[in-house]
């Protein structure tokens, strides 16, 4: 073994050492944080609008919406959904607005809900004027039979809602659905 190789592998082995000292500092700091400022930073968790685990649908809408009102969006929002889904763990999903994504009142964010998964917040999607249209499609998972929201909101405020029941005939969640 000549001596620039002997050199190389010095150099891999102290580089090798350093990285996982490194990491080890990372993870122990992390720890640290955790149990100092652990409690803050949960407190914090709720007023900065995340989610809590195990919410329920009514505290959900709380955080997300406040206190304003839903007005039905039948005329303005089309939501398809199977009314049974064969399979919980992969539901299609379509959300198409007629309402406009840019003006003074444009859609600002399309949020799906479903009323007894443990997370009931689904998605939240959001759009510009360079959008183009408010359309959203995608699969979702499904705990349970349950009534699945869309909720669309506008850049002033106001929310128009529209909802579906769907049937689930083998959950999509690997823990029970809240009751």
């Known amino acids: 073994m000549g001596a620039t ?15 996982g ?10 720890i640290m944080l ?9 407190a914090q968790g709720s007023v900065s609008g995340l989610p809590v685990p195990d919410e329920l649908v009514d505290a959900t809408l709380k955080r997300l919406f406040g206190n304003r009102a839903f007005q039905r969006g039948d005329d303005k929002i089309k939501l398809e959904l199977p009314l049974i889904a064969e399979d919980g763990g992969n539901v299609a999903i379509t959300v198409d607005s007629t309402l406009p994504v840019s003006g003074t009142a444009a859609v600002s964010n399309i949020y799906i809900i ?11 999607f959001s759009f510009t004027p360079d959008s183009g249209r408010a359309f959203v499609s995608t699969a979702i998972r499904l705990a349970t039979t349950t009534d699945v929201r869309a909720v669309v909101e506008m850049n002033d405020g106001t929310l128009y809602s529209v909802g579906k029941h769907v049937r689930v005939t083998i959950s999509g969640c690997d823990v029970p659905p809240q009751s």
Do not use: E, W, Y
């Open 114 to 124: 479903s009323d007894k998964n443990r997370g009931p917040m689904l998605a939240k």
């Open 5 to 19: 190789q002997h050199d190389n592998i010095l150099t891999q082995c102290s580089r090798r050492a350093f990285l």
């Open 21 to 30: 000292g490194l990491a080890a500092l990372v993870a122990l700091a992390a």
């Open 34 to 42: 955790d149990l100092l400022f652990g409690r803050r930073a949960a």
